[in-house]
């Protein structure tokens, strides 16, 4: 059995965030990732403007900016009818794929000593903060007093620790897929169809990721066939069609299914939850990523205190679980609240022509759903 102080389950951006963080320090760190690096993942690409500083928290900004994502510096929303909202994002957001950002970040991770296995799948938890604990996976077992748990939406392991929202009926899916055709904007895009909303992000090298959330209505209706869908949903939004318009595909298409947003807890069973594992935000917030690097950086000054005997478990457990609370509650609620507008055209309409009305609104909304910042907005049709 190898002993660490801490294990971090999951290699993406909260896991190797946290990762390095302790790494760094001094801490012995073993990173637990089920697949191998680079590699293509579910996501949206788009890194909202806090992330520079995270980035920077990090030790990494010079190696992000190396890698030349592409600039966004607004957001366009449209509705079925035509109805559209262009948004000023509030700083300087970026594009860039997890294929590289979370190679670059398991790299750093080994640079700064952290012991990362790729290709090793946790398969179970033992143990508490109080005792200890070993993590088992094929490679074999390891020791840690502190597991942080980073290993994404849904997973064999909330399965094993019988996490609640696993055992409840999810109904959403998510289609990813890279593309080359539509001329480089510095503007994110979201176009929303009867059941669902497409992102539209460009990312490093020209590429644009084209990300959706769907309801299984929706996927119903396109006889569940990936291109009968798309074909579908640029039926339904004429925007959409016309910027999809004879784009070339780069990649295979990324679909995953049973995506719930139910709450979860950023606690269980003497596990700190880092990213998706605490949380879903809805996508059309954009802030999933941002999110994830903030949860490390929450945790990881929490966890050195409880190493160095400064913090009991039960201060560790409950300075983490309220940092979180007012870290990502409001923004949660907020991306819950609006992902129903999304989910229906006439009523995202009528939403777009109130934001068209209401000054501030917007950009009160678009503030509401990160940590800081505000924007301007102007709307057409």
């Known amino acids: 059995m190898s002993d660490f102080d801490v294990v971090v389950i999951g290699g993406g951006l909260a896991g190797s965030a946290a990762a390095i963080a302790l790494g760094r320090a001094g ?20 890194l909202s403007p806090e992330t520079i500083t995270l980035f920077q928290w990090l030790g990494v900004w010079e190696q992000v900016q190396a890698l030349q994502p592409a600039l966004l510096s607004s957001a366009r929303i449209t509705a079925p009818n035509g109805q559209r909202l262009d948004i000023d994002l509030p700083g300087q957001a970026m594009g860039l794929s997890r294929y590289r950002l979370d190679h670059l970040l398991l790299e750093q991770a080994r640079a700064v000593g952290v012991a990362v296995f790729e290709g090793c799948t946790a398969r179970e938890v033992h143990g508490s903060l109080e005792q200890c604990f070993q993590v088992t996976s094929q490679e074999g077992a390891f020791a840690a007093r502190v597991v942080l748990g980073a290993w994404g939406k849904r997973s064999t392991m909330d399965r094993t620790l019988k996490r609640p929202f696993f055992a409840q009926r999810a109904t959403f899916l998510a289609l990813k897929v890279h593309l080359r055709g539509p001329e480089p904007e510095e503007r994110v895009e979201l176009h929303a169809f009867r059941g669902g909303y497409c ?32 074909e579908m949903i640029q039926g339904e939004n004429r925007a959409l069609a016309a910027q999809l318009a004879g784009a070339e595909r780069l990649s295979e298409h990324i679909v995953i299914s049973n995506i719930s947003f139910a709450p979860r807890q950023a606690v269980e069973q003497d596990i700190l939850m880092l990213g998706d594992s605490a949380a879903l935000i809805s996508p059309l917030a954009g802030n999933g990523q941002a999110m994830a690097l903030q949860a490390a950086q929450l945790a990881a000054p929490l966890v050195e205190e409880f190493l160095r005997g400064s913090l009991t478990v039960a201060s560790l457990q409950a300075q983490y679980a309220g940092l979180w609370q007012r870290q990502f509650r409001e923004r949660l609620l907020l991306g819950r609240l609006l992902q129903p507008f999304f989910l229906h055209p006439g009523s995202l309409a009528v939403a777009l022509h109130v934001a068209a009305v209401v000054p501030g609104l917007a950009s009160w909304l678009v503030q509401g759903t990160r940590e800081r910042g505000n924007g301007k907005s102007k709307v057409t049709k």
């Open 27 to 46: 801490w012995r760190v073993a990173l637990l990732e089920q697949h191998h690096h680079p590699r293509h993942k579910m996501c949206g690409e788009f």
């Open 199 to 230: 992102g539209l992000s460009h990312i490093e090298g020209g590429t644009v990721n084209a990300c959706l959330l769907t309801n299984e209505a929706a996927w119903e209706r396109s006889g569940r066939e990936v291109e009968h869908f798309w």
